[in-house]
T-cell receptor
Framework: EAQVTQNPRYLITVTGKKLTVTCSQN?????MSWYRQDPGLGLRQIYY???????DKGDVPEGYKVSRKEKRNFPLILESPSPNQTSLYFC????????????FGPGTRLTVL | SQQGEEDPQALSIQEGENATMNCSYK?????LQWYRQNSGRGLVHLIL?????REKHSGRLRVTLDTSKKSSSLLITASRAADTASYFC??????????FGIGTKLQVIP
């Protein structure tokens, strides 16, 4: 089944404790992206990757890191999480070409205390 | 980044009625897509309309695009309770930076 998976789905952590949210897709997509969704602010793009070893900042990259060592994986790293990073996070992937349909993962609900 | 702005922000209708939501954007596009999000879940792609198309249908969905006005509309006909969700538009000129708006929250009352 074609899908985007994220882990963990729910996470409660404390300020400053490094964490990684994994994202994996099995559709051989070149494009992958991370979003955060907050009430009243919609979905905002954090980072995106056009291919292996190619990443770029979205609209809200501060406090986050990403890596794209393999085509299928695009982990999101919070080196020192803060309470303002409490949010619902989505990973998405898409094929290349003009028709940029994105496939979204189920989401990771992160709470930073 | 390219961002769509959906209007209205909230819409409540009776089951069986039609629901119309609008999207405006600011830059030139290759295509525009509509997505649905059930509460707390990932977005699901509904329909894509290319910049050289004016109207497109998919089941109970009808999308129009007016590139001169930089606007699009999504019509859901004969709505059902299961259509209750948030709807987002995504104007696209290529992947690059993509930002979704706040969306239109549709409630269909049985």
């Amino acid at each position: 089944e074609a899908q985007v998976t994220q882990n963990p789905r729910y996470l409660i952590t404390v300020t400053g404790k490094k964490l990684t949210v994994t994202c994996s897709q099995n559709m051989n997509h070149e494009y992958m992206s991370w979003y955060r969704q907050d009430p009243g602010l919609g979905l905002r793009q954090i980072y995106y990757s056009m291919n292996v070893e190619v990443t770029d900042k979205g609209d809200v990259p501060e406090g986050y890191k990403v890596s794209r060592k393999e085509k299928r994986n695009f982990p999101l790293i919070l080196e020192s999480p803060s309470p303002n990073q409490t949010s619902l996070y989505f990973c998405a992937s898409g094929g290349d070409g003009t028709y940029n349909e994105q496939f979204f993962g189920p989401g990771t609900r992160l709470t930073v205390l | 980044s390219q961002q769509g702005e959906e209007d209205p922000q909230a819409l409540s209708i009776q089951e069986g009625e039609n629901a119309t939501m609008n999207c405006s954007y600011k830059t030139s596009i290759n295509n525009l897509q509509w997505y649905r999000q059930n509460s707390g879940r990932g977005l699901v792609h509904l329909i894509l309309i290319r910049s050289n198309e004016r109207e497109k249908h998919s089941g109970r969905l009808r999308v129009t695009l007016d590139t001169s006005k930089k606007s699009s509309s999504l019509l859901i006909t004969a709505s059902r309770a299961a259509d209750t969700a948030s709807y987002f538009c995504a104007p696209s000129g290529g992947y690059q930076k993509v930002t979704f708006g706040i969306g239109t929250k549709l409630q269909v009352i049985p």
